[in-house]
């Protein structure tokens, strides 16, 4: 826990480190995979535990509700964004954690609503999360595009993945943070790339 042994200017300064750290070829293919999803029709679907479990809802929403301007939110033809985190159906989490495991809760959700050309964002911070790693197989072997967020040294998932972004480091607060915080960008991209906005708006 790096906030209990740096002061405050420290852990900013660390912090400021870390992220100039990632790599910008990632982020921007991170957004290629989302905008593919738009174009195509596809859906998105978020996976994770603990804070990632909440960051996959978060991310849900935003790109939902935030990739269209909102005038389109009330124009029932606009095209969207079908962007679903499988970390909030509650009833299906426990019911699939009680009766078979809880390796199982999202691999089981896959089943019903995956479909080839889909991707799937999971969201691991030690990159070892069983329940994670299950789903993101099924996924490769059902020909969807997966795509993975880690930290540490990524874990199993790095090695699983076909693509994702690596936070090489050994806190897990400051990969849950660096990681949302990286997706505001590629969120931010993604509107300007449907909405011909911004650095996109002469395409």
Known sequence: ??????????????????????QDED????????????ENGQSVFLIGNGGSATTASHMAEDLGK?????????????????????????????????DLDYDQVYVQQLMNYGVAGDLLIAISGSGNS????NAVDW?????????????????????????????????????????????HWVLNDLFARINHAGRHADE
Do not use: P
Not at 130 to 133: K, L, R
């Open 139 to 183: 996924g490769n072997r059902h020909q969807l595009t997966t795509f993975g967020l880690t930290g540490y040294d990524g874990g199993a998932l790095k090695q699983l993945q076909q693509d994702g972004l690596h936070v090489e480091l050994d806190d897990m607060g400051m990969v849950e943070s660096i990681h949302l915080c990286l997706f």
């Open 130 to 133: 069983a329940n994670v790693i």
């Open 66 to 98: 935030s990739t269209l301007v909102e005038s389109d939110l009330y124009d029932e033809s606009a095209r969207r964004l079908k962007a679903l985190s499988l970390t909030d159906n509650v009833g299906w989490i426990s019911a699939v954690a009680n």
């Open 1 to 22: 826990m790096l906030g209990a042994t740096l002061d405050a200017a420290a852990y900013v300064e660390r912090l400021q480190q870390e992220v100039g750290r990632v």
């Open 27 to 38: 982020l921007c293919r991170w957004s290629d995979l989302l905008f593919a999803a738009w």
